[in-house]
């Protein structure tokens, strides 16, 4: 059964670090672009990252751009997003997709970012 399992998640006071992880299984994640999506509480889904099959940085969302960066490791079938000088405005469940634009093909369950003191 194709997945992503999405890790590394937590509680992180404002100006940390976390780097979330996107593990596919049952597919290929390199014929893919992938996609970092986010949902605030009350808010909609909004798009956060996006990288190429062939490991090109399509986009970032202005309101993390220069503290978020995604990267990709074909070999472990696996997708990053290091996201450092985080704010309490990031927070939200954090999930990744196949193809820049939600739903895509595959999604996984997503991980919950909390950014409070």
């Known amino acids: 059964q194709p997945q992503f399992v999405e890790s590394g998640g937590g509680l992180v006071q404002p100006g940390g670090s976390l780097r979330l992880s996107c593990a596919a299984s049952?597919?290929?994640?390199?014929?893919?672009?992938i996609g970092w999506f986010r949902q605030a509480p009350g808010k909609e889904r909004e798009g956060v990252s996006c990288i190429s099959s062939s490991d090109t940085v399509m986009d970032y969302a202005d309101s993390v751009k220069g503290r978020f960066t995604i990267s990709r490791d074909n070999a472990k079938n696996t997708v990053y997003l290091q996201m450092n000088s985080l704010k309490p405005e990031d927070t939200a469940v954090y999930y990744c997709a196949t193809g820049c634009h939600w739903p895509g093909a595959f999604w996984g369950q997503g991980t919950q970012v909390t950014v409070s003191s």
């Open positions: 049952g597919f290929t994640l390199n014929h893919y672009n």
